[in-house]
């Protein structure tokens, strides 16, 4: 599972420490709902260190359970598909869930589905993409459900 962060402040000292406005709290909050009521077995939480996926992955923590919880620099909005993927694939998890930036979230999503490296379909915030893989490799993925719930 792929999440972006929810709506964030359009202005902070910089773009690293722009923090969760109040809709976006609430946007990421319906998020955490419907993947509480998933009852899906979460292997790994892992998201971006910058402050708005950081309140996103806690906001979401809340109401979910998460094996195991990590921070992630490859998960920042200026990092590659590749590089994603590869800490993906380095995890060895089922079901992971991922909190990160445009346009990385949809890059990846973009490779995963098809392998290529390009921009993809962008997300809104806190949109959630639902992939599932029997091969977890670059292209070998299907979308099972894109959602925005704000």
Known sequence: MIVRHGEAEAYASSDDSRALTDVGRVQVELVAQFLGKLNTKIDLVAYSPLVRTTQTAKIILDSI??????????????STAEMAEAKLVQAGCDNILLVSHMPLVAMLEAYLL??????GQPFHT???SILKSEDA????????????LS
Not at 137 to 148: A, C, D
Request: aromatic letters at 12%; charged letters at 25%.
């Open 114 to 119: 098809d392998g290529e490296s390009h921009f």
């Open 137 to 148: 490799y670059p292209g070998g993925w299907q979308l099972v459900q894109r959602q925005v």
């Open 126 to 128: 806190a949109e959630l």
């Open 65 to 78: 359970d998460a094996e195991r919880i990590e921070v992630w620099p490859e998960l920042i909005h200026s």
